[in-house]
């Protein structure tokens, strides 16, 4: 099996789901990164980048690597769909910061003037006041960011999600509008595979927990304990026990 470099840490969760999924398909078909290129369309090194988190791959490359792999594209593709969402919504962020900092007219480049930085001191003052005014509240009293926000809050609200060893997080699940919320995120969409990290899996923990299905300790990470609950429950609803979160578990889990 290949040993694989680590993910860059800045690596959004939901883009590092996919790659992880795309290198155990590869290295399950033990095919080299020489033969996907003879295989594909796609060249060797845009696979070392696609495969080593430096770039998205395209719809195209992940049906591809399904393909010569004898798998069925479909979860992939659905992975590959809320990535692009990730990617996409950090990309522009990157852009602009490349174009600030890069040289004009091959110049090394040019000093902030007194307005950009009084502009800066201003959006300095502005946050640090949305922070006093706004902090994120934690229920389990730890006080170190793993909070839970009120039912029904947007989860733009919440910080960075930040796993601890042994850290867990509270539940508080109440229906608004006809669906359960545990306050953690309002997803009906997110794919959550094994090894999934973030808010999203503690909604669904806390979800699960309601519905009856033991997940273990709520902790933000997808592991056996949690797998195992969510298969109970497709089982139990009908659903293809993949032990995955999709779209359809959303719907069962938020009834």
Not at 20 to 35: E, F, M, N, Q
Not at 114 to 141: E, I, K, S
Not at 167 to 181: I, M, N, P, S
């Amino acid at each position: 099996m290949s040993r694989w470099k680590e993910l860059p840490g800045s690596l959004d969760h939901r883009v590092s789901q996919l790659v992880v999924h795309l290198r155990r398909l590869k290295d399950h078909s033990g095919l080299s990164l020489a033969s996907l290129a003879v295989k594909t369309s796609y060249s060797k090194s845009s696979w070392e980048r696609y495969l080593n988190g430096r770039q998205l791959p395209p719809r195209g490359a992940v049906e591809a690597l399904a393909r010569v792999c004898g798998a069925d594209p479909t979860r992939l593709l659905a992975l590959h769909e809320v990535a692009a969402q990730a990617w996409g919504a950090e990309r522009p962020q990157q852009r602009e910061e490349a174009v600030d900092a890069a040289p004009a007219d091959g110049r090394r480049g040019v000093r902030a003037g007194p307005m950009v930085l009084g502009a800066l001191a201003v959006l300095v003052v502005a946050c640090t006041a949305l922070l006093v005014v706004r902090p994120w509240q934690d229920d389990t009293g730890s006080g170190r960011g793993a909070g839970v926000t009120a039912a029904g809050r947007s989860p733009g609200a919440a910080p960075t999600f930040t796993h601890r060893p042994g850290q867990t997080f509270g539940c508080r699940v109440e229906r608004t509008g006809g669906a359960l919320y545990a306050g953690r995120s309002r997803t009906g969409s997110a794919i959550l595979g094994n090894g999934a990290a973030g808010w999203e899996v503690v909604e669904a923990q806390c979800l699960l927990h309601r519905q009856g299905y033991d997940p273990g300790p709520v902790d933000g990470i997808v592991g056996e304990n949690t797998m195992r609950a969510v298969k109970r429950l497709q089982d139990r609803t009908g659903l293809p026990p993949d032990g995955i979160v999709g779209p359809d578990t959303w719907k069962v889990l938020r009834r």
